[in-house]
C-alpha cells in the first residue's frame, strides 16, 4: 500500500500514524478527546463519521486512539483500515452491562473471549470458530488492573447487534428465541453484554494482529430483574488508566 493512500472511512494514511503499531479504541467518538489527554504530546488528526482520532505517545512511542462507533460493522471496518496502515494491537475500551450478579456497577470486565450474537463476524468465518483475545494483551491487562487495585474479572463476553432485542426481548416477534439464548449464555457464565467485541476478536484473528478489550460495567439488569439494589456507574476512566497502563508495559517488554 502506498504511503499517501488515504483509507476511506477512517480518513488516516500510514504517514498520519508515524510508525505507530497500538491503537486504544473506545466506541464513542466523544472518549476520543479524554483518553488522548492521557498520553503525552497529543493532537489531534481527523473525524469523519464515526471515527475520531488522535495521535499520542506513550513511553516515546506513537499511539493511535480512535472511535470504532457503535457495533460490528462500523468496529471491523475500522479494525480492517487501521490494519492496512500498521496497527498491529488493538486494545478496546468500552461500557457494557454486567450479567453474572456478582458483575457490579463500576467493575470491570476484561475480555477472554466473546459470544458470537452478532451478524458481523459470521461474514467472516462459520460461527464455530472462536471469538477470543489475544493473551499477551489479555495478561497486560490484568496486571495493569492488578497494579491500580480496581475491581476486576476475565472471562467471557456476550455481544448482540440488537440493544433493544437485549432489554426489550418480549416486544420483538423473536422474542422467544433471544429470551432462551440469554438464559443459556447467563447459565454459562457471561459475565456482561457489550456490541463490538467478538467483531473485534474475529477480524484481528483474521488479519493476524493482536487486540484485547476492557469494558466498564455501567449497571446489571439481572440484579433488577431480582429485586436486588442496582446502582449505576458511567465513569470510563478506570478502564482508561488501565489500557495506558497496560500498553505502557506490552512497549518495555519490546524494548
Not at 476520543?32 to 504530546?41: F, P
Not at 481527523?46 to 516515546?60: Q, V
Not at 484473528?205 to 460495567?217: N, Q, T
Not at 430483574?225 to 456507574?233: D, I, Q, S
Request: proline fraction near 3%.
Amino acid at each position: 500500500m502506498e504511503n499517501n493512500e488515504v483509507m476511506y472511512h477512517i480518513g488516516l494514511k500510514k504517514e498520519d500514524i508515524k510508525g505507530a503499531k497500538y491503537a486504544i479504541l473506545p466506541g464513542d467518538p466523544g472518549r476520543v478527546q479524554k483518553i488522548a489527554e492521557q498520553l503525552e504530546e497529543a493532537t489531534f488528526l481527523i473525524a469523519n463519521r464515526e471515527y475520531t482520532s488522535y495521535l499520542g505517545k506513550i513511553k516515546e512511542e506513537n499511539v493511535l486512539v480512535i472511535s470504532t462507533g457503535m457495533g460490528g460493522p462500523s468496529t471491523a471496518i475500522c479494525v480492517e483500515e487501521l490494519a492496512q496502515i500498521g496497527i498491529q494491537n488493538f486494545i478496546r475500551i468500552g461500557t457494557s452491562g454486567g450479567m453474572q450478579l456478582e458483575v457490579n456497577a463500576g467493575d470491570l470486565v476484561i475480555a477472554q473471549a466473546a459470544i458470537r450474537q452478532e451478524g458481523t463476524s459470521k461474514e467472516y468465518v462459520p460461527v464455530e470458530y472462536p471469538a477470543v483475545a489475544d493473551i499477551d494483551l489479555v495478561n497486560a491487562l490484568r496486571e495493569a488492573a492488578n497494579e491500580l487495585g480496581y475491581q476486576f474479572h476475565t472471562g467471557v463476553v456476550h455481544c448482540k447487534d440488537s440493544f433493544y432485542g437485549q432489554h426489550h426481548p418480549e416486544k420483538m416477534p423473536i422474542g422467544y428465541e433471544l429470551e432462551e439464548k440469554w438464559n443459556a449464555w447467563m447459565k454459562a457464565g457471561a459475565l456482561c453484554s457489550e456490541m463490538e467485541t467478538a467483531s473485534l476478536y474475529i477480524v484481528s484473528s483474521y488479519l493476524r494482529v493482536k487486540a484485547a478489550a476492557i469494558l466498564s460495567v455501567i449497571w446489571n439488569q439481572e440484579q433488577k430483574k431480582r429485586g436486588l439494589e442496582v446502582n449505576t456507574n458511567f465513569d470510563t476512566e478506570k478502564e482508561i488508566k488501565v489500557a495506558i497502563k497496560a500498553i505502557e508495559k506490552l512497549i518495555l517488554n519490546e524494548r
